[in-house]
């Protein structure tokens, strides 16, 4: 028997490149500006672009208004933290008061994704929204699971 070693196809969303695209996307369309984003913000708004019922999910938690809420469960990817440790690495990302904030070369990145046609379902998911999620509203998420 004899096996011939073939390539494995990746799926984008496992591709550093997409994961990197999507973090720099979440700082400049759900973030105050030169603020920033921790982990948790990133893998939550992350999450919810994996499907459509992640986003209707966190769409209706953020349109509440007491904030006490029963929240469906919500992953952390860890694709996602080997991407923020490669775009800091690389000079996408740096670190500032335990938040990420896009770097130059990030910028430079993140305007090619906004210029160009791609990205087009993210981006209009990111846009909806916007400033809505908070870090205290992370965090208010991330304690209404654990309770």
């Known amino acids: 028997m004899k096996f011939i070693k073939r390539p494995i ?4 969303n ?9 973090l720099l996307l ?6 105050a500006k030169n603020v920033g984003a921790s982990t948790l913000k990133f893998q939550l708004l992350a999450w ?10 966190l ?11 029963n929240f469906n469960f919500w992953a952390l990817d860890p694709a996602l933290n080997r991407a923020i440790e ?4 690389d000079g996408f990302l740096f670190l500032k008061n335990e938040k990420f904030i896009s770097a130059p ?3 430079a990145l993140l305007s090619y994704i906004l210029e160009m046609d791609v990205f087009i379902h993210e981006k209009e998911i990111l846009r909806k929204f916007e400033k809505s999620v908070t870090e205290s509203f992370v965090n208010t998420v991330l304690k209404n699971e654990n309770a």
Request: with cysteine; proline share 2%; hydrophobic share 40%.
């Open 9 to 12: 196809a990746l799926p984008s």
């Open 14 to 22: 496992y591709r550093f490149f997409y994961q990197i695209s999507i």
């Open 26 to 31: 979440v700082l400049k369309l759900c973030c």
């Open 48 to 57: 919810t672009l994996r499907d459509d019922d992640g986003c209707n999910s």
């Open 59 to 69: 769409m209706k938690v953020t349109k509440l208004k007491d904030k006490k809420f």
């Open 86 to 89: 490669f775009a800091l690495a």
């Open 105 to 107: 070369k990030g910028d």
